[in-house]
């Protein structure tokens, strides 16, 4: 009945494996130096190549202004469980940053949707690196996405570094 089944803490739960999808293309070949978030990369144009068997899931995709990018942090460093984040100095708990060395390694980004040429996507504000594998895509619907929201933590007084922050390679394998 189990076939890929692990026991972690005594709960019997499925083995999660995760299969790119497509790639990610972009002018940064390396960590160092990309924006680190959308918003700091504005302008910044790349595509995504989504493999020929996924590309039928890409219809009607091309009627949505911005997309989530979800994609593997293929260059990062091994899992921390406390970092020091990009625009901060303190050693901080990894879950209340967006810092690459995670335990699931995975990123998401929201960039513009420029349009699409077959499995091609061309997009604009990317912050990832080139030959990143892609995960998923979904649409952005603001309605479902966007919140008021009251705090954001430590980033309160940080926030305003973000338009010149870049990856220093403190993550990076």
């Given at each position: 009945?189990?076939?890929?089944v ?7 739960m ?11 293309h ?12 959308p ?18 899931g890409?219809?009607?995709l ?13 260059l ?35 960039v ?6 077959g ?17 998923d ?9 966007v919140?008021?929201t009251g705090r ?6 940080n ?7 870049r ?7």
């Amino acid at each position: 009945m189990y076939k890929n089944v692990i026991i972690l803490d005594g709960f019997k739960m499925e083995k999660i494996t995760y299969k790119p999808i497509g790639l990610i293309h972009s002018p940064f070949k390396e960590p160092k130096g990309v924006p680190i978030q959308p918003t700091a990369a504005a302008g910044v144009r790349g595509t995504v190549e989504v493999f020929p068997q996924y590309s039928g899931g890409l219809d009607s995709l091309g009627e949505f202004s911005h997309i989530l990018l979800l994609y593997h942090f293929h260059l990062s460093s091994p899992p921390h469980l406390r970092v020091r984040p990009f625009m901060d100095e303190k050693l901080r708990g990894v879950f209340s940053t967006r810092a690459p060395s995670r335990p699931n390694p995975i990123g998401i980004s929201l960039v513009r949707l420029l349009k699409i040429e077959g499995n091609i996507l061309y997009i604009q504000d990317v912050d990832i690196i080139d030959g990143t594998p892609l995960l998923d895509i979904k649409p952005y619907v603001p309605e479902f996405d966007v919140r008021d929201t009251g705090r954001i933590g430590w980033l309160e007084k940080n926030v305003k570094k973000l338009p010149t922050a870049r990856d220093d390679g403190r993550f990076s394998a």
